[in-house]
């Protein structure tokens, strides 16, 4: 069963925030929520992670809801250079991380 | 620091051949992990070390076998290649420190290596 589930695709505008939604219903007390991206064909490239508050760096802000079943994303001036597919993550942390990537959401940020 | 590199960055085989793809990372992480990248798919983990001398069987482990060589390097390899097998691979390494602490296990990705099996 997939522990996250996240839109196959979303527009944003160049300059705009980008919000990528991502539900985790069955999360753990124990488990964090991971973004990675990829852009292209790269390797995934770690974002911001984070347990129950909300997280921010220089990349993004993670906001984590109260009962910590969904989560967003948020770059807050999107560029194109952010057009990647974004992967939503749950996992202990501690115990190897052996992360289960899904499909992720495709971001196209657009002129 | 390189990082986390990965060589060859692409190899045509034929069916039957074997091959290894090599992993280094240079962050004196403890932890390494073989992933495989089919099109339109997320990654999938093959085989993981969680630390030094240690491997563990993936999602998908069947018909690769792996190597721990040493804290710095991590290999893969195909005995005898199949077609379901052509993929893009991704090596990654952390550090994990352990359920004591924080979560500071962020895993770090090299390049891929393209492989074609024909």
């Known amino acids: 069963d997939a522990k996250t589930t996240q839109p196959p695709s979303m527009d944003c505008a160049e300059g705009r925030a980008a919000n990528l939604p991502c539900n985790h219903s069955?999360?753990?007390?124990?488990?964090?929520v991971y973004w990675y991206r990829q852009i292209h064909s790269q390797g995934p490239q770690y974002i911001i992670h984070g347990l129950k508050n909300n997280e921010t760096n220089e990349m993004a802000s993670l906001i984590i809801t109260e009962d910590r079943k969904s989560s967003t994303l948020i770059l807050p001036h999107a560029t194109l250079r952010d057009t990647a597919v974004y992967y939503c993550i749950v996992d202990r942390a501690g115990t190897a991380s052996k992360l289960t990537f899904g499909t992720g959401t495709r971001l196209q940020v657009t002129l | 620091n390189a990082g986390v590199t990965q060589t060859p960055k692409f190899q045509v085989l034929k069916t039957g051949q074997s091959m290894t793809l090599q992993c280094a990372q240079d962050?004196?992480?403890?932890?390494m992990y073989w992933y495989r990248q089919d099109p339109g798919m997320g990654l999938r983990l093959i085989y993981y070390?969680?630390?030094?001398?240690?491997?563990d069987k993936g999602e998908v482990p069947n018909g690769y076998n792996v190597s721990r060589l040493n804290k710095r390097e991590f290999s893969l390899r195909l005995e005898s290649a199949a077609p379901s097998q052509t993929s893009v691979y991704f090596c990654?390494?952390?550090?994990?420190?352990?359920?004591?602490?924080?979560?500071?296990?962020?895993?770090?990705f090299g390049p891929g290596t393209r492989l074609t099996v024909l």
């Open positions: 069955t999360i753990s007390g124990n488990e964090y």
């Open positions: 990654a390494s952390t550090y994990v420190a352990g359920t004591s602490g924080g979560a500071t296990d962020t895993q770090y």
């Open positions: 962050m004196n992480h403890n932890s």
């Open positions: 070390s969680a630390s030094e001398g240690t491997t």
